[in-house]
């Protein structure tokens, strides 16, 4: 279980991630536009930047937590040991416990067969399906993925999706891919505007929302968002501020 307990980080005096409370204990779906603090949150979580306020997993205090096994991540920064991606896989076999066989046979699949490739060599994509199967196939209870379809082909995207449903009990995946989202529509989802989490509602109240403007009494969620109110409200209601249907809209929200 990851609970966050009045959770703020800075970046030098900005306040990025502010006065975060939630209690997560499922894989959850985390949208937010650009530089609204996923990431940040994120790395927070798997103890890479220091924070304010606690944040829990199953009970100790992340930033009193060495080499704990039951969390696992496809945050670039947590993979700055080793150079050659068998050299990775080894050395996450020895202090992570994955399993290397589980994981040579995912990234195979994938297309990622010539395990003496540089891990800096990779293509953008190649990166995200390498970093994202090494956590996956760590099988830890709990998995923080930033973005694990990034830049990754169709295809492949939905065997990773299914992947993620199969490994993890909990844990928080961030997402801009509407289509992905759609996969992941019975999973609770929070949203992030500028450092505020709002939610949990299901994926796919937040894909089937009209969003008015605030305070309706029907709303499934209310955001505020530079001072100004919005409600998701379920199906066609009200006046919409815009016709949002897409997450691209909601996203514009924010900016
Ligand atoms: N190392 C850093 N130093 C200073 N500011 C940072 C640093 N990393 C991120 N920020 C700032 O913190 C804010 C949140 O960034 P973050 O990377 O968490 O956003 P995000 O929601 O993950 O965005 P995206 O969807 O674009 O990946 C942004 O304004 C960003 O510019």
């Not at 050659?84 to 699949?109: F, P, R």
């Not at 293509?123 to 090494?134: D, K, M, N, Y």
């Amino acid at each position: 279980m990851i609970e966050l307990n009045n959770v703020s980080i800075f970046y030098g005096k900005d306040k990025v991630v502010k006065d975060v409370n939630a209690t997560i204990n499922e894989k959850v779906i985390l949208l937010g536009p650009n530089g609204s603090g996923k990431s940040t949150l994120l790395k927070a979580i798997a103890g890479i930047i220091p924070y304010q306020g606690h944040i829990f997993i199953d009970g100790k205090e992340v930033s009193k937590l060495r080499n704990y096994t039951e969390l696992s991540t496809n945050i670039n920064e947590a993979f700055s040991l080793g150079v050659k991606l068998k050299d990775v896989i080894y050395i996450y076999e020895e202090i992570k416990g994955i399993n290397s066989k589980l994981a040579i046979g995912m990234l195979s699949q994938l297309g990622l067969k010539d395990l003496n490739k540089n891990i800096y060599s990779l293509s953008a994509g190649q990166g995200v399906i390498f970093r994202t199967i090494i956590a996956l196939a760590s099988n830890s209870k709990i998995i923080l993925l930033d973005e694990p379809f990034e830049n990754v082909d169709i295809g492949k995207r939905k065997i990773i999706a299914n992947w993620i449903k199969e490994y993890g009990k909990e844990g928080i995946i961030v997402t801009h891919e509407l289509d992905m989202v759609k996969i992941f529509k019975d999973y609770k989802a929070n949203l992030i505007f500028e450092g505020k989490v709002f939610g949990p509602i299901t994926a796919k109240d937040i894909l089937e929302s009209s969003i008015i403007e605030g305070e309706d009494q029907s709303a499934i969620l209310e955001i505020e968002v530079n001072k100004k109110k919005y409600s998701f409200v379920k199906g066609e209601k009200g006046y919409k501020v815009e016709n949002l249907v897409t997450l691209d809209r909601i996203y514009n929200l924010g900016e």
